[in-house]
């Protein structure tokens, strides 16, 4: 079935019945307290503003005013992570008590008309399994499959809507090959296709164990998709090819056939029982990222990867642009996901932006995309908003902010942004205006 538009009155984009309008959250970032490979990642010194996480949107005592503030602006669907360990906390102890906590949020979704997402993995490991080497442990797909049942009894009946990794590309990529995310290894890029390779069949693991258990739910992962936009033809559309290969290609492969394509496929393993075992393509789409052919990039495979300064731009991180905010990102990921044949869900989107400059023309433009590739045909169910409140930011801490609602997580006072109440009214309405098109069509302020 595909996504239908209905009858346009020609100044209105109006969305499909049905359509998810959510907000994206992640465990480590939001719940606070957590005891986690991050957390010994962040007192080792490694997060770039030196921020540790503390208690970030306090979600583990109570979710209550930011759930409030979700159902007020008219939010409909939620995702959040489970915390693997707070669940298995020691291998093969499960937590009842903070099951309960999570049925707890479910519940309290559902009694807001707000409908959960659930995402297994989102970057952060239990020490225990961190320290068996994670998902380079030949253990790794056992006992993420053991977490999974454990999840899904208790849960299970109160969510439809199931991704089992966040962005594996970015997990493996940061963790073995630029060593910005733990374990911080650099260069191993053979490591990091593995573990793209083992997260696959924990994948087809999980996706199995959740259809066991409730035949009508929908399960899938997201996969973060970026541009690498030539400067120029020859070289540089060479170099730039091969970093998107690198990037957002692998685990495209291992859910399309079960192995990769050469060249991966001689040093990163296959996952066969991975082949087609999704019912829903999930992405994370945010930048474009420019590239030209650079004899000095050697550790980038001489494609420099860089911002220019005149394109729009949220803030920056702590050492580099955190990068250009790309409506059209959003345009060359789903016509890549139009392969599986499967919905599409856009499952984040956003931009770092303390000040509301660049988020309402993001908004905007980026829905205005999805809404023109419905109209092309293509199944988009839902487009979830990165992030609620603003949140820890993993590598740059507190330094981003990428909220519709603002936080000051000392006070944990929240202050709805303009851009909160502009989502809400579009979600409210299942679309928007020309007008709003018209008044968003120039790029945002610089800096
Ligand atoms: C991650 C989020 C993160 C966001 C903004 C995504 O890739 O899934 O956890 O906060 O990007 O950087």
Known sequence: MSAELPSENGSFLRFPKGFLWGVSTAAHQVEG???NQWSDWEKAGHIRSLDACGSACDWWISTDVDFDLAQKLGINSLRLSVEWSRIEPQENCFSESALQRYRRMLEDLHRRGIQPSVCLHHFTNPRWFEQKGAFLSAESTALFERFTSRVVEALGHLCKLWITFNEPNVYATLGYVTGEFPPGQKG????????????ARAHARAYKVIHEFQRET?????QHYMVFH???SGLDRMVAGIQSLIFNEGFFQLIEHGHFKLPFSLVGGSAPEAEGAIDFVGLNVYNRFHVDFDLKS???LFGRVYVPTD??????????????????TIRAAVERAARFHKPIYIMENGVPDAT???RPWLLINALKEVHSLIKDGHDIRGYFHWTLTDNFEWAEGWWLRFGLIALDPKTQQRTVRGSGRLYGEIANNN???????????QAPPQK
């Open 218 to 222: 929908q399960v899938g992962w997201a």
């Open 33 to 35: 307290g957590n005891d």
């Open 311 to 328: 394109v729009p731009q949220g803030d920056s991180g702590v050492e580099k642009p955190y990068g250009e905010a790309f409506p059209g």
């Open 431 to 441: 679309g928007f205006t020309k007008e709003l098109v018209e008044k968003y069509s």
């Open 188 to 199: 191993k890029v053979d490591r990091a296709l593995k573990v793209m390779s083992s997260m």
């Open 298 to 300: 050697v550790g980038q």
């Open 356 to 358: 509301d400059r660049v």
């Open 230 to 232: 030539p400067v120029q």
